[in-house]
T-cell receptor, first 116, second 112 residues
Framework: GAVVSQHPSRVICKSGTSVKIECRSLDFQATTMFWYRQFPKQSLMLMATSNEGSKATYEQGVEKDKFLINHASLTLSTLTVTSAHPEDSSFYIC????????????FGPGTRLLVL | GQNIDQPTEMTATEGAIVQINCTYQTSGFNGLFWYQQHAGEAPTFLSYNVLDGLEEKGRFSSFLSRSKGYSYLLLKELQMKDSASYLCAVRVVGGSQGNLIFGKGTKLSVKP
């Protein structure tokens, strides 16, 4: 089946630093990639939607200058958390839809970010 | 507004059958998904319903009634490995492409 990978799986950083998370679709070209955030015992909250070669569409309340998304190719999207703060500590998950894949979104394994 | 409700927790016995309900009120509807999520891991796809009725896939079945804004996930012959959170998600019309609105998930504990 379709596979989506994320890197890193876990990151610990100091407050004020920037962290980049990569999301790759393996073996298929993703028409659209999505970035979610999940706090403990909460539901997944969509942060932004990105299409290859165009600007990401951010959900209301998500700061586009803080969460930079780059979708450089049909197999790679990156999320950069700039000037991270402890409140940005969360589980970040990407998902992808791909050509001929129908309605299903396939999720990556997630990245756990801890900002000290 | 968008609202998806599902029970917070459920407990069932190994070998039994459990039904997890989901009700939704959303601005438009373009399909309902069920995902399984083990602690600390990303969700994995279980089922997709866009028309009324029952979709069966092995031990898992999912039902949808669009007029009632209601779905359930049925798990048969429960196994210990089925202990996980089950997320109900609705794909809404408009907004971001393929935008899914997730419920908070139902944590299922399967006991021996």
């Amino acid at each position: 089946g379709a596979v989506v990978s994320q890197h890193p799986s876990r990151v610990i950083c100091k407050s004020g630093t920037s962290v980049k998370i990569e999301c790759r679709s393996l073996d298929f070209q993703a028409t659209t990639m999505f970035w979610y955030r999940q706090f403990p015992k909460q539901s997944l909250m969509l942060m932004a939607t990105s299409n290859e070669g165009s600007k990401a569409t951010y959900e209301q309340g998500v700061e586009k200058d803080k969460f930079l998304i780059n979708h450089a190719s049909l197999t790679l999207s990156t999320l950069t958390v700039t000037s991270a703060h402890p409140e940005d500590s969360s589980f970040y998950i990407c998902s992808a839809r791909f050509l001929l894949g129908g309605e299903t979104q396939y999720f990556g394994p997630g990245t756990r970010l801890l900002v000290l | 507004g968008q609202n998806i409700d599902q029970p917070t927790e459920m407990t069932a016995t190994e070998g039994a059958i459990v039904q997890i309900n989901c009700t939704y009120q959303t601005s438009g509807f373009n399909g309902l998904f069920w995902y399984q999520q083990h602690a600390g891991e990303a969700p994995t796809f279980l089922s997709y319903n866009v028309l009324d009725g029952l979709e069966e896939k092995g031990r898992f079945s999912s039902f949808l009634s669009r007029s009632k804004g209601y779905s359930y996930l049925l798990l048969k012959e429960l196994q210990m490995k089925d202990s996980a959170s089950y997320l109900c998600a609705v794909r809404v019309v408009g907004g971001s492409q393929g935008n899914l609105i997730f419920g908070k998930g139902t944590k299922l504990s399967v006991k021996p």
